[in-house]
Nanobody, 124 residues
Framework: QVQLVESGGGLVQAGGSLTLSCAAS????????MGWFRQAPGKEREFVAT????????YYADSVKGRFGISRDNARNTVYLQMMRLKPEDTAVYYC?????????????????WGQGTQVTVSS
């Protein structure tokens, strides 16, 4: 059974930093592309960043490019999202997921049941 457990969210002032973690289980993590997504109140869930199984390829939404970094530790079945220079518009619940095979790294679809997410709130 696939499980995704996100952590690391919190309240931070604009300009601050946070690092999110996602522990994945129940599927072959090492051979799976992974992604971070977010959902703000009243909005649909959107793509934030994706990473290839080896970690050598990373892809970002324009809104976070240059500020966020996605990485993974295949030995720990964990994917990370380092967020810097945070803005109030980054406020959302952040989720990770396995990418559905064949979907675009810039328009990914989650494959597994969504976890509970982790709340990130950026104050102005």
């Amino acid at each position: 059974q696939v499980q995704l457990v996100e952590s690391g969210g919190g309240l931070v002032q604009a300009g601050g930093s946070l690092t999110l973690s996602c522990a994945a289980s129940g599927r072959t993590f090492n051979s799976s592309s992974m992604g971070w997504f977010r959902q703000a109140p009243g909005k649909e869930r959107e793509f934030v960043a994706t990473i290839r199984p080896s970690g050598t390829g990373t892809y970002y939404a324009d809104s976070v490019k240059g500020r966020f970094g996605i990485s993974r530790d295949n030995a720990r079945n964990t994917v990370y999202l380092q967020m810097m220079r945070l803005k109030p518009e980054d406020t959302a619940v952040y989720y990770c997921n396995y990418l559905r095979p064949g979907t675009s790294y810039y328009n990914p679809q989650g494959f597994a049941p969504w976890g509970q997410g982790t709340q990130v709130t950026v104050s102005s």
